[in-house]
């Protein structure tokens, strides 16, 4: 697993080289001073780029999310019938080359609290997606017991050292927090180096982690966890608002242009269509997000009806492509909003980590019972939170929450389904890939499956394991196989997370 073990020199060269790669999104003012020195804000700021970029805006990623469907099968489908994945070991060897630069710095320090922080986020970017992954003899690739072909550590074991990270990431973070000239952080493209902005982060981040285990919450006492952070919050400060948002904010300077935008209008504009599994529940429920995130199907747009929902209308991930661009042409299916995408280069920002995603974890937490609290509260936060982002007037905001189907109907399996409906209509081009991880723990929403799946009419639960892994490191990822899935790299494997 040769891409796990770097020597500091090769991380150095593949952090310049990631760096290159990446939208430089702001410009770096940190220089290495030597060939063998490199200042950890500039390690910082290569990795927050990679993590800034992965599965954005109107990517495949927010395509399997049932977001957008694309109607020109030359730039891509809607195939279900998914490869492998990317490990993210070259991106964790410039993380442990930033923790051993910030070693050097002194123990408590603030670039050794975001090393654990993104190991753990990295980690679990690995792990949710395949299962089984290595750890333990992760990264040990350089000098006297070095290990070229790591074994695989089981998903469980994982999980709870992403835990502990996390848990070592708060501590130190907080003591960071108050050692005499930490400062703020450096090289921090996304939060301007904040420390408390982060420590937040880290701890919603941890509550993401604890929800994702949910189907594991008693073998790995997810309660007790969740009920420790949520009792203590001087300990544990969480979000309280969208300004403590983990977002990357797009602007009109070269190179840091939102995705839809005025110089890609004519070659994407018909290509982008809106989701049926998104729109229709907003249809549904009169959600006056609908207004700022799409433009109405021509066809059936009444310019003395400027708020019909009707009007709006998504096409259904498993369609045909072949149909889905004939009713384009006809003017049939709706568009996102041209003035909010197209308008400008700056579009919207892309949020990674955000307070309505953690005030739902919460709700859902005190739905199923695990902390008592008031789960209406949380709900609403969250719907309230994700509203004022597309800056949805308050009246209106009051008005949607007094809708029956709105109003919370309690700690039950209608209100459950009420809570990660929201969570999902919130997760809309923001996040990753986290609405499909939320439907593939819950069910929720119920995702259109069709002829275009090639996934034997099957939402994966997974991806395979890289091919290099096949190549490098055989007997370890054939066991690995073995342990979770009987042999058989299979998209359709049940891993442990979601037994």
């Known amino acids: ?60 990623a927010q395509r399997d999310n049932q977001f957008w469907v694309i109607s020109f099968d030359y730039y891509g489908d809607q195939d279900y019938n998914w490869g492998a994945i990317d490990f993210k070991y070259d991106v964790l060897a410039n993380v442990e080359a930033l923790e ?54 089981s998903q469980k074991k994982v999980y709870e050292h992403i835990l502990a990270l996390l848990e070592e990431a708060n501590t130190q973070m907080a003591l960071a927090r108050t050692e005499v000239g930490t400062g703020r952080l450096e090289g921090d493209p996304l939060l301007n180096g904040d420390l408390e902005k982060w420590q937040k982060v880290i701890n919603s981040f941890h509550l993401r982690v604890l929800i994702g285990l949910s189907e594991r919450a008693t073998e790995i006492d997810v309660p007790s966890r969740f009920q420790k952070i949520l ?52 249809k549904e429920r009169n959600d006056h997000r609908i207004f700022v995130v799409a433009d109405p199907a021509p066809e059936f747009y009444d310019p003395n009806k400027p708020e019909d929902f009707s009007a709006y209308i998504g096409a259904n991930t498993g369609d045909e492509q ?57 709900y609403r936060n969250g719907i309230e939170a994700s509203m004022l982002f597309y800056n949805i007037p308050e009246t209106e905001i009051e008005n949607y929450l007094s809708q029956d189907m709105i109003s919370y109907k309690g700690d039950n399996g209608e209100g459950f389904k009420q809570i990660l409906t929201q969570k999902y209509i919130a997760f809309f081009n923001n996040s990753g890939r986290e609405a499909y991880f939320n439907y593939r723990r819950t069910g929720i929403p119920n995702f259109d499956v069709g002829p275009s799946n090639n996934n034997g009419g099957q939402i994966p639960l997974r991806w395979k394991y890289p091919q290099s892994e096949f190549q490098n490191n055989e007997a370890n990822v054939n066991q690995a196989l073995s342990d979770q899935f009987g042999g058989t790299d299979d998209i359709n494997g049940v891993m442990w997370l979601i037994e």
């Open 322 to 378: 072949g149909p889905i661009q004939v009713a384009s042409d006809n003017g049939q299916l709706s568009y996102p909003n041209e003035e909010r995408y197209y308008d400008d280069y700056s579009g919207e920002p892309y949020i990674i980590l955000g307070y309505p995603e953690q005030e739902f974890t919460i709700a859902e937490a005190i739905n199923r019972g695990w902390i008592s609290a008031d789960a209406t509260a949380h």
């Open 231 to 282: 009792n203590d919050p001087a300990k544990y400060p969480l979000m309280e608002s969208n300004e403590d948002n983990l977002q990357r904010v797009y602007g009109n300077e070269q190179n840091n242009f939102y995705v839809l935008n005025p110089g890609n209008f004519g070659f994407n504009r018909n290509r982008n269509i809106m989701g049926a599994t998104y729109l229709d529940l907003l």
């Open 1 to 60: 697993m040769k891409t796990t073990h770097k020597s500091l020199a090769i991380t150095v060269l593949s952090l310049i080289l990631l760096t290159v790669s990446c939208t430089p999104f702001e410009e770096l003012t940190d220089d290495p001073n030597s060939a063998t020195t490199v200042p950890p804000s500039l390690l910082l700021s290569g990795i927050l780029r990679n993590l800034a970029q992965e599965d954005g805006p109107w990517s495949e």
């Open 100 to 153: 051993e630069e910030a070693a050097e710095l002194d123990s408590k320090n603030k670039y050794g609290a975001m090393a654990k922080f993104l190991k753990a986020y990295y980690f679990d970017y690995m792990s949710k997606r395949v299962g089984d992954i290595p750890l333990t003899e992760a990264l040990q690739g350089v000098g006297e017991g070095s290990i070229e072909k790591p074994a695989y550590d």
